[in-house]
C-alpha cells in the first residue's frame, strides 16, 4: 500500500521549509510527497529543490499551475489525479508534523474510511520563534515548549499534545463529540475514495471547501473517524488575505444542502469530462 503526502502551498516559503523539515522528520514517511502549489513563485520552487537535493530518497513532485487567485481546490484535485498511491495523506504548507502524524494515518487507513486531525495553533509570536533547529529537534511539539508559547487555550487544545499514552489518546478520539469534519491541514483518504467523488468542488474557494469534501465522501458511504488527539500537528500563523466572510456562509449553507440531499459526484471536479 503505497502512500503519499500532499501539500498545499502558496506564496510562504519559509513556512514550506519548516514545514518540509518536519516531513523529514517522520518515523514512518510517506512513498512520496507532492508540492499543490496555487501559484507561487521562484522562491517556492527554490525551497522544494533544496529539500530534494537534500533528500534524494524521497521522491517529490512539484504541482503547480499559474496564480488566478485562491484556487486551493483545482490544484489539490491535479496533485490526486498524478498520483500512483494508494493512500494520500493532505496538510498545509504552514504546519508542522509530529513525528507519528504520516504513520498514525496510513496505519488506520481503510478503502471505506477518511480521517481527519486537528490544528494546535501558534499566535504570530511563537511562529516567528520557530527555527528548523526546534523542528528537527522535536521540541516544537513538546507540551513545555507549546505552553511556554501560549499554545494552550483550553483542555481540549492540551490534549491535543498526547500528554497520556496512545492507548488513552485512541479511546479519546472514539469519544470526543465532535463533528467529523474534513480539514485541509490534516487529513487522509485512499485516492479511489476521492475518485469516487470526483475530488474537491473547484467551484468552492475559501470556507468550507475541505468540509464539503467530506460530506460527499461520507454519502457515497466512506465515513470519516477523528485523529482528533493522536495526529498532532502545529499551525504556524499567517495572514488571510484571501478571506472572504459572505463566501464562507454561502459555503455553509451549500454544504447544508448537500447533506440534506445525499450529493456524491462533483461536476466541477477532477473528471471534467463527465459533466
Not at 500512483?84 to 493532505?90: G, K, N, Q, T, Y
Request: proline content about 5%; hydrophobic content about 45%; some cysteine.
Amino acid at each position: 500500500m503505497r502512500s503519499e503526502l500532499i501539500i498545499a502551498t502558496y506564496e510562504n516559503p519559509d513556512s514550506l521549509a519548516l514545514c518540509l523539515a518536519s516531513v523529514a522528520g517522520q518515523r514512518i514517511r510517506p512513498d512520496g510527497v507532492a508540492i499543490a502549489d496555487d501559484g507561487s513563485g521562484p522562491e517556492t520552487a527554490a525551497v522544494i529543490d533544496a529539500f530534494r537535493a537534500a533528500h534524494p530518497d524521497l521522491p517529490v513532485r512539484h504541482v503547480w499551475h499559474a496564480d488566478a487567485g485562491f484556487r486551493k481546490a483545482a490544484i489539490l484535485n491535479r496533485a490526486i489525479a498524478g498520483s500512483s498511491a494508494e493512500v494520500l495523506v493532505f496538510i498545509d504548507g504552514d504546519v508542522l508534523i509530529h513525528p507519528d502524524f504520516v504513520a498514525r494515518h496510513v496505519g488506520l487507513a481503510h478503502p471505506d474510511r477518511w480521517a481527519s486531525g486537528s490544528l494546535i495553533r501558534l499566535d504570530a509570536q511563537a511562529t516567528a520563534a520557530v527555527t528548523e533547529a526546534l523542528v528537527t529537534s522535536g521540541r516544537v511539539f513538546e507540551r513545555g515548549w507549546l505552553r511556554a508559547n501560549r499554545a494552550f487555550d483550553r483542555i481540549g487544545t492540551w490534549l491535543k499534545a498526547m500528554p497520556f499514552p496512545k492507548p488513552v489518546m485512541s479511546l479519546l478520539d472514539r469519544l470526543s463529540p465532535t463533528q467529523r469534519a474534513w480539514c485541509g491541514a490534516n487529513a487522509s483518504a485512499y485516492r479511489a475514495a476521492l475518485l469516487a467523488v470526483n475530488g474537491f468542488d473547484e467551484t468552492m474557494r475559501w470556507g468550507g471547501g475541505d468540509k464539503e469534501l467530506g460530506v460527499r465522501l461520507a454519502n457515497s458511504g466512506v465515513t470519516g473517524v477523528h485523529l482528533r488527539f493522536t495526529a498532532p500537528l502545529v499551525h504556524l500563523d499567517h495572514p488571510r488575505g484571501y478571506a472572504d466572510p459572505a463566501h464562507k456562509a454561502a459555503n455553509r449553507a451549500r454544504i447544508e444542502t448537500i447533506r440534506r440531499g445525499g450529493g456524491v459526484w462533483t461536476r466541477d471536479g477532477i473528471d471534467k469530462a463527465a459533466r
